[in-house]
């Protein structure tokens, strides 16, 4: 197992709920990237999905798609974000890092995925390549690192079972009929909905998208495996960017810990 692997295994077996934490490299510098993935673990988070900055974000809402324009006038590529985690890797050598991106992201790179050890990066979920695919089929195939998939609300079983088929790590839930960013969560859907992907697979099921407060939270981790909380976080990167004084940041992290480790609680 992976380091992924290992810690949502941990988590299941201490009866606990994941929380990932996401953010975009480079936004609004990768040194404050760097810190930012610290302080994050420091406030409670399991897992960091580190976003890869692209010039078309399709599935992103407003929020992060400026991000991503912020981290691309700072010339971030996928080479410094693999040196990044590199350096993270000198004080963490035990949080997972995914890498979230596009096709071309990582096409262009593709000996950066090749090259990377049990040391590097642990994931990668290209958001662009429908899950029943397999990323090999483009000459991304590395041992050491879980493919992550998502599937949707309006995801059939045919594919559901596919993609199940295909994935590694764990089964990204998202939760809305939309973008990131959006609102309006619909538990009992989306309690039917996950209930339904564990019919097809083993792999722990982790909610994002549409999550902005404690309670949103809460809710989400009664009826999956854990929690990704993206842009209510990318938000207040960029309201503290110039100050970066990001302690409301990790303010947020420890409320949402918390919320879902209580539902963790009650769940036992």
């Known amino acids: 197992m992976n380091k992924l692997e290992e810690k949502l295994s941990s988590l299941k077996s201490a009866n606990k709920k994941a929380l990932a ?4 490299a ?17 406030a409670g988070v399991d897992i960091i999905e580190v976003g890869v900055p692209f010039t078309d974000p399709i599935a992103e809402g407003p929020v992060i798609q400026k991000a991503h324009d ?16 590199k350096l993270f890797r000198k004080k963490d050598k035990e949080t997972p890092v995914i890498l979230m991106g596009y096709l071309n992201n990582f096409i262009s790179h593709i000996d950066l995925i090749q090259k990377s050890d049990k040391d590097g990066v ?6 662009d390549v429908p899950g029943e695919l397999k990323l090999n089929d ?15 609300p309006t995801t059939k079983d045919d594919r559901v079972s596919k993609i199940a088929q295909n994935s590694s790590g764990f089964i990204y839930y998202v939760t809305l009929r939309g973008v990131t960013g959006s609102s309006n969560l619909n538990i009992d859907e989306i309690k039917r909905n996950i209930e339904n992907i564990k019919s097809f697979s083993e ?13 949103d939270a809460k809710n989400l981790a009664s009826c999956s495996d854990g929690v ?39 769940a036992s």
Do not use: C
């Open 122 to 127: 642990d994931a990668i979920l290209v958001v």
């Open 138 to 152: 483009y000459g991304i195939d590395n041992p050491n690192i879980n493919v992550i998939s998502l599937i949707s």
């Open 203 to 215: 792999l722990p099921t982790l909610a994002g998208f549409g999550i902005k407060t404690a309670d």
């Open 70 to 85: 912020r981290a691309l006038k700072n010339s971030i590529s996928l080479s410094n974000i693999i040196d990044m985690v």
């Open 21 to 24: 934490a996401y953010l975009v």
């Open 26 to 42: 480079g936004d609004p510098d990768i040194s404050t990237t760097l810190e930012l993935m610290h302080s994050f673990v420091d």
């Open 228 to 266: 990704i909380i993206g842009s209510s976080i990318v938000k207040m990167i960029e309201e503290k960017s110039e100050s970066k004084e990001f302690n409301e940041i990790k303010d947020y992290i420890r409320e949402i810990k918390t919320a879902i480790s209580w539902q963790a609680l009650i």
